[in-house]
């Protein structure tokens, strides 16, 4: 699941922001960067903030928490597996977050 994760975030990341093209944000939703250890957590914070913006302060909140939980994937300094194994996890989990967020 090495460059999966990364394809599958790409993809979640690029339908929450509308996008149907690789590369949204100059380039930053865009699975070959998101293999690159450390952006993760930018890509994440990126496709939420629409929702942070537009959201209450339960949603906000959860939001926070979120990223809270995943900022680690900024760095630079983490093995790639074990980035990959976190980029993983905050995949799942911002499914499970997009999920309450549109409910």
Known sequence: MVRENALFLENTCRRTLNYED???LNGLVDA?????????????????APYFKEGNSRDRE??????????????????????NELLGRAHGNLRELLNTLTA
Do not use: H, W
Request: proline share 0%; aromatic share 16%; glycine share 10%.
């Open 22 to 24: 690789r590369g949204a």
């Open 32 to 48: 070959d960067q998101l293999n690159r250890v450390g952006t993760g957590y930018y890509v994440l914070a990126a496709a939420l």
């Open 62 to 83: 959860l939001i926070n928490n979120f990223l809270d939980e995943f900022y680690s994937l900024s760095d630079s300094e983490l093995t790639y597996g074990d980035y």
